[in-house]
């Protein structure tokens, strides 16, 4: 994939999140294309043919940082800061190095175990945070959905050693697809490295976009059976589907004090 360098208007953002006033994202596009995302439905690698990054990334950042208060930005919305051009390019890399010499924090959400390699700047830095997302448990699942991200055990391996170097770690299972994500079975999997697990089902505002358009496709092709009961729960966020859904993770929560964040 073809990865460009074009000037850019700001490099730190509003952040969507309620927990974090700023956000950073690396690049523009994702090469893992996972065929659920919602920034397909705007910027989509395939259709422009390639990655678009800063070309004044330490220039724009130290101007933008200089009028902020040390804190912690969240890094990742809208793009893997580890996806492959990552390896090379590190841009990502360049943002922790000087966010740390600023005293600012991160916390930072990957599908890669490429974040293994920026450990040495997450410790440096007071109270950072390091996610991986997960949405299947089992490869099977997540070749189908996500052929072009890091194979799950491969985030579950970054987990444990980011864990390891007592970083807090957090889970995000998402998207929760109706009747195909196992939530528990990936609880299982992630929560003995795992200090915080968010749970968010998948969301679809209209049948015109993008990532509908390619999950519908995929649903049909591998699926039937589930086509028309699938697309009912999706565009329902009332149904009973995710009322029970809750009401069992709120239970196994109770019980196992996994540190649940369910946002269904």
Same mark, same amino acid.
């Given at each position: 994939?073809?990865?460009?360098?074009?000037?850019?208007?700001?490099?730190?953002?509003?952040?969507?999140?309620?927990?974090?006033?700023?956000?950073?994202?690396?690049?523009?596009?994702?090469?893992?294309?996972?065929?659920?995302?919602?920034?397909?439905?705007?910027?989509?690698?395939?259709?422009?043919?390639?990655?678009?990054?800063?070309?004044? %990334? $330490?220039? #724009?950042?130290?101007?933008?940082?200089?009028?902020?208060?040390? /804190?912690?930005?969240? +890094?990742?919305?809208?793009?893997?800061?580890?996806?492959?051009?990552?390896?090379?390019?590190?841009q990502t890399r360049k943002i922790l190095s000087f966010l740390a010499r600023c005293h600012f924090s991160a916390s930072i959400l990957t599908k890669s175990d490429l974040i293994i390699r920026d450990r040495d700047l997450l410790t440096t830095m %007071? $109270?950072? #945070?390091?996610?991986?997302?997960?949405?299947?448990?089992?490869? /099977?699942?997540?070749? +189908?959905?996500?052929?072009?991200?890091?194979?799950n055990e491969k985030r579950v391996n970054a987990l444990r050693k980011l864990k390891e170097a007592s970083i807090e770690t957090y889970t995000l299972i998402t998207p929760v697809m109706p009747f195909i994500t196992e939530i528990e079975k990936i609880i299982e999997i992630v929560s003995p490295y795992s200090d915080a697990i968010w749970i968010y089902r998948l969301e679809i505002r209209s049948t015109d976009e993008k990532n509908w358009q390619n999950l519908r496709r995929l649903i049909d092709n591998n699926f039937p059976d589930l086509a028309s009961r699938f697309t009912e729960v999706v565009f329902s966020p009332d149904h009973d589907y995710w009322k029970e859904t809750r009401g069992k993770l709120q239970e196994m929560n109770d019980k196992y004090q996994f540190n649940l964040k369910i946002e269904l």
């Open positions: 994939m073809k990865l460009r360098e074009v000037a850019v208007d700001q490099i730190v953002q509003r952040c969507r999140l309620e927990m974090f006033d700023y956000q950073i994202d690396p690049y523009t596009g994702c090469e893992h294309r996972c065929r659920y995302c919602y920034t397909l439905n705007g910027y989509d690698v395939q259709e422009y043919g390639e990655i678009r990054t800063s070309k004044n %990334l $330490e220039q #724009q950042l130290a101007e933008e940082l200089s009028k902020l208060e040390p /804190q912690t930005i969240y +890094i990742g919305m809208d793009t893997d800061p580890y996806q492959p051009c990552e390896r090379t390019h590190q %007071l $109270e950072p #945070q390091a996610g991986v997302s997960i949405a299947f448990h089992n490869e /099977q699942l997540r070749k +189908i959905f996500e052929p072009d991200a890091p194979a």
